[in-house]
Nanobody, 122 residues
Framework: QVQLVESGGGLVQAGGSLRLSCEVS????????LAWFRRAPGKEREFVAA????????LYADSVKGRSLCTRDNAKNTAFLQMNSLRPKDAAVYYC???????????????WGQGTQVPFSS
């Protein structure tokens, strides 16, 4: 059974940072591309970042580029998303996903986690 479990969410403030983790089990982690998506209240799910199976290839949404880092540890079957200089628009439920195609579109990813909430402190 394939499982993706996100962690690291929680209340954040403007200018702050977060580090999300996605622990994967039940598949050959090092042959899958990993991606992060998010869904803000009342909005569509949107792509945030992705990292290829070869670790050196990453892709970022324009909205997070330059202040985010997507990494993976193939020895620990875990992917990470570090985001800095957080903005209120970053508040969302963050999902990690695994797929065979390295892309920005959700349909390219076959397996999904349940999500972790990142609300903003007003």
């Amino acid at each position: 059974q394939v499982q993706l479990v996100e962690s690291g969410g929680g209340l954040v403030q403007a200018g702050g940072s977060l580090r999300l983790s996605c622990e994967v089990s039940g598949l050959m982690f090092n042959i899958y591309n990993l991606a992060w998506f998010r869904r803000a209240p009342g909005k569509e799910r949107e792509f945030v970042a992705a990292i290829g199976r070869n670790v050196d290839t990453t892709l970022y949404a324009d909205s997070v580029k330059g202040r985010s880092l997507c990494t993976r540890d193939n020895a620990k079957n875990t992917a990470f998303l570090q985001m800095n200089s957080l903005r209120p628009k970053d508040a969302a439920v963050y999902y990690c996903a695994a797929g065979q195609t390295f892309a920005r579109v959700p349909a390219s990813y076959h397996y999904w986690g349940q999500g972790t909430q990142v609300p903003f402190s007003s």
